[in-house]
């Protein structure tokens, strides 16, 4: 047998070696991830998971989880149970805050999931259907999706640069770890979209100062325009003439939203807004900070092949 031919690894070795990665980071994670309960079994309440994000006890876990309000707690594998405060939650972002109280825990490492990559592996943690420390692993499917959301008045809200897995998701998975295969937390896991369609809020600048202001304020002011859309390619006319390659293309229009009232319509491609370039949702997300509510913000679109200024007045997000 040549040198050459012993080099390929086996089918056994390729399995070993895929088994070794996702064992080690179940090995890390596991013990930052808890299974949440709020309010009263049978009465209302939910459960979901959270993850440890600090040593003095804080969890980020996903705000539909705790929507539901009321007294909350967090188990760990350990045996470890505590008492938990509701710190704040932000449904634009499926995002939230808890603390578990007088807890001293082991935080998970923190990611960026900017540096994701379609096909790479990932590795989801939580407690799906009551089944604790429960781990699923898949790949990354699809980058930069939207979903589309309700809060508790009935308002619907769309969560913007999501990440598709096909890492397996269920009921009470939502607030559990989404890893990368160095263990750390690229994603909060938030939805189930259908069968091997995982949705989770990617970790990055953007979640992580929305994350912040939850922790220090309890609230994040947001600015709010009311669309949900996606990344579209421009085409190479429209490049050439603006000097971009992509912008994000508005999918759906919220009924009484800001973006309706300035005019704006599915179809059309969001290239800038104000001075700033925008090529994907978390572009245009990062850009509706507090300073922008109620202040009149020009919108660069192209519509059909025409380029159109349309100024919107960004409401606060409620």
Do not use: C
Not at 144 to 151: H, N, P, V, Y
């Amino acid at each position: 047998m040549t040198k050459e031919a012993t080099a390929v690894p086996t089918e056994r070795e390729a399995l070993d070696a895929y088994s070794t990665t996702v064992t080690s980071v179940a090995e890390r994670v596991l013990p930052a991830v808890a299974s949440l309960r709020v309010g009263r079994t049978g009465r209302g309440g939910g459960a979901g998971s959270a993850v440890v994000i600090t040593p003095d006890g804080f969890l980020v876990t996903s705000a539909h989880v705790v929507a539901q309000g009321g007294s909350a707690s967090a188990s760990f594998l350990n045996g470890s149970e505590y008492d938990v405060e509701v710190v704040g939650a932000d449904p634009l972002s499926d995002l939230a805050i808890a603390r578990a109280l007088g807890a001293t825990l082991d935080p998970v490492h923190i990611g960026n999931a900017e540096h994701l990559r379609v096909g790479q592996l990932v590795v989801a943690v939580g407690n799906p259907l009551g089944f604790s420390g429960s781990v699923t692993s898949g790949v990354v499917s699809g980058l930069g999706r939207s979903l589309a959301t309700a809060d508790g008045n009935g308002h619907r809200r769309f969560v913007e640069d999501v990440i598709q897995t096909d890492a397996a998701l269920n009921p009470g998975n939502s607030g559990g770890a989404l890893a990368d295969w160095k263990a750390r937390l690229i994603g909060v896991n938030t939805a189930v979209a259908g069968m091997g369609l995982g949705l989770a809020v990617p970790i990055n600048a953007t979640t992580q100062a929305i994350l912040a202001a939850l922790m220090r304020k309890g609230r994040v002011r947001r600015a709010y325009l009311g669309i949900a859309g996606g990344t579209r390619a421009l085409a190479p006319a429209a490049a050439q003439r603006l000097g971009r390659k992509a912008g994000v293309e508005v999918q759906e229009v919220v009924s009484g939203s800001p973006a309706a009232a300035a005019g704006l319509q599915g179809g059309d491609v969001i290239v800038s807004v104000g001075e700033s370039a925008v090529a994907k949702a978390g572009d245009l997300q990062r850009l509706m900070v507090e300073g922008r509510i109620g202040s009149k913000l020009p919108l660069t679109i192209l519509r059909g092949d025409r380029t159109v200024i349309v100024d919107v007045v960004p409401a606060e997000l409620t």
